[in-house]
T-cell receptor
Framework: EAQVTQNPRYLITVTGKKLTVTCSQN?????MSWYRQDPGLGLRQIYY???????DKGDVPEGYKVSRKEKRNFPLILESPSPNQTSLYFC?????????????FGPGTRLTVT | TQLLEQSPQFLSIQEGENLTVYCNSS?????LQWYRQEPGEGPVLLVT?????EVKKLKRLTFQFGDARKDSSLHITAAQPGDTGLYLC?????????FGQGTELSVKP
C-alpha cells in the first residue's frame, strides 16, 4: 500500500531535549516536505526537499533541521525544542504532475513541548 | 510571503444546502489545489487545477480556477454530513506549496 508514515504519532517532551520525528514514503517520490499546522494559521511549510541531498527552507524553518540522505526518508530534527514548537506536524511526499505536485500526507505527529 | 486567503473560515449549514468556499490571493499560481482534512488525519488531495478558467467536477463538488490564476472556488451542491471537514486550498509558487488557513465546514443532518 502506497503510504507516508510518521513516528511517533504523539510526543510530549521538555524544553531543550533534542528530538527527531521520522518520515518515510514507499512511493519513490523525489519531493518531500514538512509542515506544521496551527489553529487559524493553516499549514505552513517548514522545509522541503526536491531530491536526495537537496533541501530548502520553507516559510517557518527557524528551530528545525532536516536531512535527506536517501529518497524514502526525510526526518525532522528539533535540536532544542521550545514551547512555541508545540504543534501538529505533517510530512508529505509528492509526485510531479504536469505543472503541479500531488501531495500525499502522513497521519501527523502531535508534539507538545512543556 | 505569498498569502492565500480563504473565506469563510467557518461554515455551519443544514444537509441539502449549497455552499461556496473562496480562495483568493494577489499572487499568480502555476496551479491550485484543494484538500479535505478530517480530524486526526492528514489532508487528502481532492483536485488540482492548472489552467486559468478551468472548471473541474467531482460528484457534487465543483472547483474553479480564476482566469488570472489568482483565485479559486469550491462549490458543494446539496451538502451531506459526510462533507464535514476542513477544506484547504493550496497554491504552487516556484517549488513551494502555500496553504490557505482553511474552511471548517459542518453539515448538520
Amino acid at each position: 500500500e502506497a503510504q507516508v508514515t510518521q513516528n511517533p504519532r504523539y510526543l510530549i517532551t521538555v524544553t531543550g531535549k533534542k528530538l527527531t520525528v521520522t518520515c518515510s514514503q514507499n512511493m519513490n517520490h523525489e519531493y518531500m516536505s514538512w509542515y506544521r499546522q496551527d489553529p487559524g494559521l493553516g499549514l505552513r511549510q517548514i522545509y522541503y526537499s526536491m531530491n536526495v541531498e537537496v533541501t530548502d527552507k520553507g516559510d517557518v524553518p527557524e528551530g528545525y533541521k532536516v536531512s535527506r540522505k536517501e529518497k524514502r526518508n526525510f526526518p525532522l530534527i528539533l535540536e532544542s525544542p521550545s514551547p512555541n514548537q508545540t504543534s501538529l506536524y505533517f510530512c508529505a511526499s509528492s509526485r510531479r504532475i504536469a505543472s503541479s505536485y500531488e501531495q500525499y500526507f502522513g497521519p501527523g505527529t502531535r508534539l507538545t513541548v512543556t | 510571503t505569498q498569502l492565500l486567503e480563504q473565506s469563510p473560515q467557518f461554515l455551519s449549514i443544514q444537509e441539502g444546502e449549497n455552499l461556496t468556499v473562496y480562495c483568493n490571493s494577489s499572487s499568480v499560481f502555476s496551479s491550485l489545489q484543494w484538500y479535505r482534512q478530517e480530524p486526526g488525519e492528514g489532508p487528502v488531495l481532492l483536485v488540482t487545477v492548472v489552467t486559468g478558467g478551468e472548471v473541474k467536477k467531482l460528484k457534487r463538488l465543483t472547483f474553479q480556477f480564476g482566469d488570472a490564476r489568482k483565485d479559486s472556488s469550491l462549490h458543494i451542491t446539496a451538502a451531506q454530513p459526510g462533507d464535514t471537514g476542513l477544506y484547504l486550498c493550496a497554491g504552487l509558487v516556484g517549488g513551494k506549496l502555500i496553504f490557505g488557513q482553511g474552511t471548517e465546514l459542518s453539515v448538520k443532518p
